[in-house]
């Protein structure tokens, strides 16, 4: 298999970011890692092995990024505010540094958003707000409202509510949307989410899957047997649904 390692200075974040992609050829699979995880997640958790055989016979390429979530939602010190902000500087990463790369390295049509947990917030939220750019989202345990308080999972902005908080929520800024234009190129996306039937997040997922209906967006959403979070499901989740 293909694999290439990536490396350099982010002049909007500021700091070296990494990147490993695998593949030769096929439609550009965009992973978010989890909460804590990092590019090599992916590899470390052995997804990219349950996706071999797709890799090899060129129907799909990797590119496995890196996080700032200890920056941005999971940083404690910073202010909710600058939370938020630092989390639109990752957004700009992406679109002005990995995203031209990638094209760069692979014309193919084809840019799938993909992530698990955090990584699936971070797949969700790029591909809504930014749908000209994905032909699919495959998101797997993931949770689309961050300032929800369930079980144990906290508002991760402290009650801090602002218009870049509502436009980086998901189930909050979708209800209301009424460009023609963003829902053109979301109602021709395939979307498919997978979550557990004990996850607690369960709820935000069906309540997604039914903001999406209701504005005519087609999508899947399915619902495996236990809390399903953890690797061993999403690399069942990845063969199946990536």
Known sequence: MHR??????SHRLHRD???LMFGHAGAKVMVFPTRDGSFHEYEDLRIVHSL???INAGQMQLWCLDSVASETFYC?????ADRIRRHTQYEEYILNEVMPLMQQ???HACTIAHGCSLGAFLAANMAFRHPQHFQKLAAFSGRY???????????????YYDENVYFHTPSHFLVNLQCHWRLKHLRR???VMAVGADDPFLHNNRQLSDILHDKGVCNQLHVWEGRAHRGQYWRQMASLYV
């Open 105 to 107: 390295k692979n014309s």
């Open 4 to 9: 290439e390692y990536h490396r350099w200075y």
């Open 145 to 159: 409202d961050l300032t929800l308080n369930v079980e144990a999972f906290c508002d991760l902005l402290g009650g």
């Open 189 to 191: 996306m395939d979307i």
């Open 52 to 54: 071999e055989e797709k």
């Open 17 to 19: 970011m990494e990147l």
């Open 76 to 80: 404690s010190w910073r202010h909710p």
